[in-house]
């Protein structure tokens, strides 16, 4: 989901394994020289999505962040399913917290966000957990914390 911590505790986990990192989203604002929300604006949801998938294919990165919504196409859930994936999984109230006060994520510009997150986790749940091989509990975490369990995952 979005705001889980998936770019910061990437990164640490790059740092920390001596791995490449890459974050989808930015990569994607590179290649179109927008921020996600000017993308959704000007191209719409389908096009950033395309947009999305063709980044995730074509990434370099050892690790890599996907954005929350990458898996609702099939083909990038097989795509992850060749690697060892992990969801982040963050309490919808910790995501309320976390999320309140930003502008810059297009799906959750939204009046009442609690709403629109149990929106977003009711048509996600069932395929985030059926695509990741690990499901980390990021409650009462610290990145680091997060960081050091996913890497007693990778061999």
């Known amino acids: 989901m979005t705001g889980a911590g998936k770019t ?3 990164k640490l986990l790059a740092e920390n394994i001596n791995k490449d990192f890459e974050d989808l989203d930015e990569t994607v604002e ?17 096009r950033f999505r395309e947009a999305e ?14 954005g929350g919504g990458i ?8 795509y992850i399913k060749k690697g060892l994936s992990f969801f982040l999984n963050v309490d919808l109230a ?7 006060y930003q ?4 799906l959750l510009n939204n009046a009442n966000l609690k709403e629109t997150l149990a929106s977003l ?14 499901v980390i509990s990021v409650k009462d ?9 996913i890497s007693g995952y990778i061999k």
């Open 121 to 134: 986790w009711e048509k996600r749940e069932n395929i985030y957990l059926q695509t990741a091989d690990h």
């Open 141 to 149: 975490g610290s990145p680091k914390e997060i960081m050091k369990k």
């Open 53 to 66: 998938s063709d980044a995730l294919m074509n990434s370099s990165g050892d690790i890599i962040s996907c």
């Open 71 to 78: 898996i609702l196409n099939k083909k990038n859930r097989d």
């Open 30 to 46: 590179r290649k179109y020289a927008l921020s996600i929300k000017d993308i959704f604006s000007k191209y719409g949801e389908v």
């Open 103 to 106: 502008k810059n994520r297009p």
């Open 94 to 100: 910790e995501l309320e917290k976390r999320l309140r």
């Open 8 to 10: 910061t505790i990437g």
